[in-house]
Structure formats: C-alpha cells, structure tokens
C-alpha cells in the first residue's frame, strides 16, 4: 500500500510513461531534431533528466557538441525513467522518515530502470547532467561508476583561453541533500575553470537557496560581470527568469559557456 504522502497518480506516471509530468516534448522527435544520438551501444550514457529537453535544450545541445568534438563515446535514452525527486516534497515538509524511506526505494526502482538500459548498452559510466538526480542516483546505486556531468567536460576540453571575467553560482543544494545524503560533485567545476586561462571567476556562495526570498536576492546582488554561469539548472532557470533584463547578464550553464570558448 502507497504511503499517504506520496502521490500515487505520480508514481503510476512514471512508471508508464517514464517522466514526471505531460506537458514535455516529444523525447525523440526532439533528440532527432538536435541530432543527439540514443539507444546505441557506447561507453558513457548521458541522464539528462526527464525535464531537460524542455528546460534547457541548448545546454543539453552544447553539451553533446563537446562531447563530440573530443571524442567521448556517449549516448542518450529515448526513455528515461524520473527519479522521482518530486514525490519527496510532502514526506520532506512533513518531516517523516518512513515516507521518505518509501520515496528512497520508489527512485531505486526508477533510477534502476535506467540502469538496466545502460548495461544492455554495454555502457561502464553513467552521466547526470540533472543535480537532482546525481545524489539519488549515488545513493540508489553506490557500486555504479556514477559521475556528474562537469567531470565529464574536464576529462574533454584542453587548455582555452578567455580574457574576461565571469559570475559563477554554484548553488547550495540543501534540497538535494535531503533526497539523499550525498554531495554533489564541486570540484569537477572548479577544476575545469582552472584550465581556462585569463578566465577571472567571482564565485557568488549561497547562504540560502534561491528559490527562497533572501536567498535569490543575495544570488543577483553578487553578481557583477554581464556573464554568469551555473551548473544547477533550478538556480539557472531562477536567474533567468528573476535577473532584471536592464542589467544584460548572459545567463548560461556551464556547457553553453564551454562550447561559446571552443567556437568562438
């Protein structure tokens, strides 16, 4: 029997169709559209989290594209199962440990369906290009090679050159950390900052999150370059839509910012 705090109709959604909600684009008209590949046997198989393809295609776009020019064997999924982050809201706020457990085992099962597909795939690293779904994902299955994507973009570009200076927010994920208890990976993008030479970075920290009154005002009053760069696409999608459009801030993830070096 379902816990009361868990939303059944969800749970049957993505059990059949894969995705959270139905309002999404058609998966693979859209990946044909950007010729992004799917379902081939590769080495490397990209999550990209069932809302991606409509909260940020261009992102998920730039990514492939580096991911292409040095070579990464990698694929897609033309169905890719939610983890099921949104089934943990009412279990969180109401504080209940048993509900939560029954939202843990419930990702297991969906994540596991993606797993499954990337070992039929003959696959041996699995890619989280969601921030929600990596510590799920670590958490669900932590004997999987489970990486996230910033990794994957160090392991890809050489050394680049970018005289200017950046806003970069990393975000603070305290709503990640209460779907699983493990820390997304930071340091990947540190590291790949590091390679880009004349690149100065002002690391804007976040004492609360930005979905939160105080927490999105601190993030837009620290910005101070009209180029600003993340790697949560929730902190993303809040700056895009709350940064005032006087002040001219290119708002990009991480790829976006990486491919615009690599071709300019």
Not at 4 to 29: Q, S, W, Y
């Amino acid at each position: 029997m379902m816990h009361p705090l868990i939303d059944a109709k969800m749970v049957e959604t993505i059990r059949t169709l894969g995705h959270t909600f139905d309002n999404l684009p058609n998966r693979i008209e859209t990946m044909k559209a950007m010729n992004l590949p799917f379902d081939r046997p590769a080495e490397n198989v990209v999550i990209m989290g069932c809302q991606n393809l409509k909260m940020v295609p261009n992102a998920v776009e730039k990514f492939a594209r580096i991911l292409e020019r040095a070579g990464v064997d990698f694929t897609f999924l033309s169905k890719e199962y939610c983890c099921g982050n949104y089934l943990y809201r009412p279990a969180i706020k109401a504080k209940d440990e048993t509900a939560m457990q029954a939202c843990r085992t419930l990702s297991k099962e969906f994540v596991g369906n993606n797993i499954e597909q990337v070992k039929k795939l003959g696959a041996n690293r699995t890619i989280l290009f969601c921030s929600p779904c990596y510590p799920i994902y670590k958490f669900a299955f932590p004997e999987e090679n489970i990486i996230y994507f910033p990794e994957v973009l160090l392991e890809s570009i050489g050394t680049l050159e970018c005289n200017r200076q950046i806003d970069y927010y990393a975000g603070c994920y305290k709503l990640h950390r209460r779907f699983a208890p493990v820390p997304v990976d930071l340091k990947s993008t540190n590291q790949v900052f590091d390679k880009i030479k004349g690149l100065s970075v002002n690391r804007i920290s976040a004492p609360s999150c930005c979905f939160t009154p105080a927490g999105l005002a601190h993030m837009l009053d620290h910005v101070q370059s009209d180029t600003m760069v993340h790697i949560c696409t929730g902190c993303y999608s809040q700056a895009v839509v709350k940064m005032p459009k006087d002040r001219h801030v290119n708002i990009l993830m991480l790829p976006e910012f990486i491919d615009m070096i690599q071709t300019a």
